[in-house]
């Protein structure tokens, strides 16, 4: 119950829900708006003894900053990204402490809180250099306050020795956040490069393997045609389909971003596209789009391969035209492939002993909590029923 009402929590109320899990962005966009929730709830308590004691001047100013974070809040992340929003809050805060050094308040030491806070906020969300900058600016800003009360002996909250040892504390803060953050940024960037040349490499991989396995389809293929016995040329040709739904697989992974997960419905729509062209039986797919793990895609591709290809060959007999039905689809964590045909069924004895459906259940018990279901009623049916792997 408490992991539902935080992961609520993090998604729904800090909105998290519009960026990727695990990213970046959505770890800044989660913070941004804690942020602006707690900031917003401990400057209206503020802003009450502020209103109660007289202090009208820092009460103002307290409102407009809750006015401004209550309007970042709420046009997040429609009308503004990360970068913008951050200036919103930044400009914000910047102002209040500005102004908290000058109008007096009850509680004048949350000031100096706010200020410790702030290069965290700074170099976290605007990074390094826009860090540098920004607390170049606030140190201007902080300079300026004891220096207008040293030389024209004006009586602010603080007096301008204590401000004076406020800047010494911002400026050091600052510097150890800056070592800080410009150490992880560098490691960050370490990691990217580091990234990229294992996705170039994996792709390589993949790429070179489709390859090679095309070379060897191209071999077993102009072996074929010099075998005259059709039992051996469909032996040939099976192996040949096999290999081709392995290299789909491969073709898949270079192709894409993921090398982990598969778009299950545009590979098995490329295994099923390269099985129609070897028969005139319809061929009709309903599959939803599911990312699935590497090896239990391939498993499955070589399943429907399996299947269809026992389909073909011996379902349907003289000038019949069948149809094959194969759907995929998922309901929360359980999966149930079905492959069916419309031809004449099979003998349940003789059928458990051929290779192709020896290995259709070999490949199926792969699946993670899987059961097969096989029916020689009516046509052929094949139902595998399996989990997906949590990731």
Not at 107 to 123: G, M, N, Y
Not at 194 to 201: D, I, P, Q, S
Not at 378 to 390: A, N, P, V
């Amino acid at each position: 119950m408490a992991g539902e009402m935080i992961r609520f929590l993090e998604s729904e109320i800090l909105k998290g829900k519009h960026f990727p899990v695990g990213s970046r962005d959505r770890l800044r966009a989660t913070l941004v708006n804690l942020f602006i929730l707690v900031g917003s709830f401990v400057i209206l308590l503020y802003a009450y003894e502020n209103m109660v004691q007289g202090y009208y001047g820092i009460l103002a100013v307290e409102m407009v900053m809750v006015l401004v974070l209550v309007i970042g809040y709420l046009v997040f992340p429609y009308y503004t990204n990360i970068e913008q929003i951050s200036y919103m809050i930044l400009g914000a805060l910047t102002f209040l402490l500005a102004i908290s050094l000058v109008l007096p308040d009850k509680d004048p030491e949350l000031s100096i809180f706010w200020l410790a806070s702030l290069p965290i906020f700074v170099f976290y969300f605007l990074g390094v250099r826009k860090g540098i900058v920004w607390n170049g600016y606030m140190f201007v800003i902080l300079l300026i306050v004891p220096l207008i009360s040293f030389v024209a002996d004006v009586k602010f909250v603080y007096t301008w020795e204590l401000l004076s040892q406020i800047i010494v504390g911002f400026l050091i803060v600052s510097y150890m956040l800056y070592i800080i953050e410009k150490e992880r940024s560098s490691y960050e960037q370490r990691l990217n490069v580091a990234l990229k040349e294992n996705t170039m490499l994996f792709k390589e991989v993949h790429h070179r393997t489709k390859n090679n396995m095309q070379v060897i389809m191209g071999l077993l293929e102009s072996q074929s045609f010099k075998i005259d016995e059709p039992k051996y040329r469909k032996m040939f040709e099976a192996h040949i389909n096999r290999l081709k739904a392995m290299s789909l697989m491969h073709k898949n992974l270079y192709s894409e971003q993921n090398f982990e997960q598969v778009d299950i419905k545009k590979y098995l729509r490329e295994v099923i596209s390269s099985l129609q062209l070897y028969t005139e039986h319809k061929i009709e797919s309903d599959i939803d789009e599911i990312m699935i793990d590497m090896k239990d895609a391939m498993n499955i591709g070589l399943i429907v391969n399996e299947a269809v290809t026992n389909s073909i060959e011996h379902a349907f007999g003289g000038d019949n035209e069948g149809n094959i039905d194969i759907s995929l689809k998922h309901i929360g964590h359980r999966c149930s492939l079905a492959i069916k045909d419309n031809g004449r069924g099979f003998d349940t004895e003789k059928t458990y002993k051929s290779l192709g459906v020896t290995l259709i259940r070999d490949l199926s018990s792969t699946l993670h909590n899987s059961a097969i279901v096989l029916s020689g009623i009516s046509g052929t049916s094949i139902t595998i029923y399996f989990d997906l792997k949590e990731y």
